[in-house]
Protein backbone atom coordinates (compact mmCIF):
# COMPACT_ATOMS: atom_id res chain seq x y z
CA UNK A 1 0.00 0.00 0.00
CA UNK A 2 0.89 3.66 -0.75
CA UNK A 3 -0.01 6.44 1.09
CA UNK A 4 0.11 10.34 -0.11
CA UNK A 5 -0.49 13.49 1.99
CA UNK A 6 -0.69 16.85 0.05
CA UNK A 7 -0.20 19.91 0.96
CA UNK A 8 0.57 24.14 0.25
CA UNK A 9 -2.99 25.12 -0.98
CA UNK A 10 -5.08 27.76 -0.35
CA UNK A 11 -5.80 30.99 -1.63
CA UNK A 12 -4.30 32.84 -3.88
CA UNK A 13 -5.04 35.74 -6.53
CA UNK A 14 -5.12 35.56 -10.25
CA UNK A 15 -1.02 35.91 -11.48
CA UNK A 16 0.35 34.39 -8.09
CA UNK A 17 2.08 31.41 -7.26
CA UNK A 18 1.43 28.38 -5.09
CA UNK A 19 3.60 25.28 -4.67
CA UNK A 20 1.76 21.96 -3.77
CA UNK A 21 3.89 19.35 -2.03
CA UNK A 22 3.20 15.46 -1.92
CA UNK A 23 4.80 12.99 0.29
CA UNK A 24 4.67 9.16 -0.64
CA UNK A 25 4.96 6.67 1.85
CA UNK A 26 4.70 2.85 2.39
CA UNK A 27 5.48 0.57 -0.23
CA UNK A 28 6.72 3.54 -2.69
CA UNK A 29 9.12 1.36 -4.97
CA UNK A 30 6.29 -0.18 -6.64
CA UNK A 31 5.46 2.97 -7.72
CA UNK A 32 6.18 4.68 -11.37
CA UNK A 33 4.58 7.95 -11.99
CA UNK A 34 3.59 10.79 -9.41
CA UNK A 35 1.70 13.23 -10.38
CA UNK A 36 -1.19 15.91 -10.05
CA UNK A 37 -5.12 15.52 -10.92
CA UNK A 38 -7.72 18.31 -10.16
CA UNK A 39 -11.77 18.27 -10.12
CA UNK A 40 -13.91 20.93 -9.78
CA UNK A 41 -17.40 20.56 -8.51
CA UNK A 42 -20.00 18.23 -11.52
CA UNK A 43 -16.76 17.76 -13.52
CA UNK A 44 -15.10 14.36 -13.75
CA UNK A 45 -11.03 14.57 -12.08
CA UNK A 46 -8.51 15.68 -15.10
CA UNK A 47 -4.74 15.33 -15.30
CA UNK A 48 -2.59 18.45 -14.27
CA UNK A 49 0.89 17.23 -14.79
CA UNK A 50 2.97 13.75 -14.02
CA UNK A 51 6.47 12.81 -13.06
CA UNK A 52 8.00 9.37 -13.83
CA UNK A 53 10.94 7.90 -12.21
CA UNK A 54 13.33 8.75 -14.64
CA UNK A 55 12.16 12.85 -14.87
CA UNK A 56 10.01 12.59 -18.01
CA UNK A 57 6.96 14.67 -17.47
CA UNK A 58 3.75 15.44 -19.33
CA UNK A 59 1.35 18.07 -18.49
CA UNK A 60 -2.33 19.25 -19.32
CA UNK A 61 -2.81 21.53 -22.28
CA UNK A 62 -4.42 24.35 -19.99
CA UNK A 63 -0.86 24.52 -17.80
CA UNK A 64 1.62 24.11 -20.10
CA UNK A 65 4.25 27.00 -19.69
CA UNK A 66 3.17 27.79 -16.05
CA UNK A 67 3.39 24.49 -14.10
CA UNK A 68 6.09 22.76 -13.36
CA UNK A 69 6.40 19.26 -11.61
CA UNK A 70 9.20 17.62 -10.20
CA UNK A 71 10.18 14.82 -7.91
CA UNK A 72 12.57 14.40 -4.99
CA UNK A 73 12.80 10.66 -5.34
CA UNK A 74 14.79 10.23 -1.82
CA UNK A 75 12.44 12.06 0.25
CA UNK A 76 9.28 10.81 -1.92
CA UNK A 77 7.92 13.51 -2.64
CA UNK A 78 6.32 15.33 -5.91
CA UNK A 79 5.87 18.82 -5.88
CA UNK A 80 3.59 20.60 -8.28
CA UNK A 81 4.78 24.46 -8.89
CA UNK A 82 2.30 26.33 -10.25
CA UNK A 83 2.78 30.40 -12.00
CA UNK A 84 0.58 32.61 -13.64
CA UNK A 85 -2.26 31.18 -11.90
CA UNK A 86 -5.84 31.78 -12.94
CA UNK A 87 -9.80 31.59 -11.54
CA UNK A 88 -9.99 28.23 -14.04
CA UNK A 89 -7.23 26.91 -12.07
CA UNK A 90 -9.41 26.73 -8.83
CA UNK A 91 -10.18 23.01 -7.63
CA UNK A 92 -9.38 20.26 -5.72
CA UNK A 93 -6.17 19.01 -6.97
CA UNK A 94 -4.84 15.46 -5.93
CA UNK A 95 -1.71 13.73 -5.72
CA UNK A 96 -1.74 10.67 -7.56
CA UNK A 97 0.51 7.49 -7.26
CA UNK A 98 0.55 4.40 -10.04
CA UNK A 99 1.35 1.26 -9.16
CA UNK A 100 3.65 -0.31 -12.06
CA UNK A 101 3.37 -4.02 -10.64
CA UNK A 102 0.48 -6.19 -10.87
CA UNK A 103 -2.23 -5.35 -10.07
CA UNK A 104 -1.49 -2.40 -11.81
CA UNK A 105 -3.76 0.76 -10.07
CA UNK A 106 -4.01 4.04 -8.93
CA UNK A 107 -3.48 5.65 -5.32
CA UNK A 108 -4.71 8.84 -4.40
CA UNK A 109 -4.33 11.40 -1.72
CA UNK A 110 -7.14 13.18 -0.07
CA UNK A 111 -7.10 16.30 -1.82
CA UNK A 112 -6.37 19.85 -1.37
CA UNK A 113 -8.13 22.86 -2.06
CA UNK A 114 -6.79 25.30 -4.44
CA UNK A 115 -8.52 28.76 -5.04
CA UNK A 116 -7.75 31.44 -7.11
CA UNK A 117 -9.28 34.67 -6.85
CA UNK A 118 -9.72 37.52 -9.23
Known amino acids: QVQLVESGGGLVQAGGSLRLSCVAS????????LGWYRQTPGKQRELVAQ???????HFADSVKGRFTISRDNSKNTVYLQMNSLKPEDTAVYYC????????????WGKGILVTVST
Open 51 to 57: VSRDGST
Open 96 to 107: NAKRFVVPLMDY
Open 26 to 33: GSVFIINE
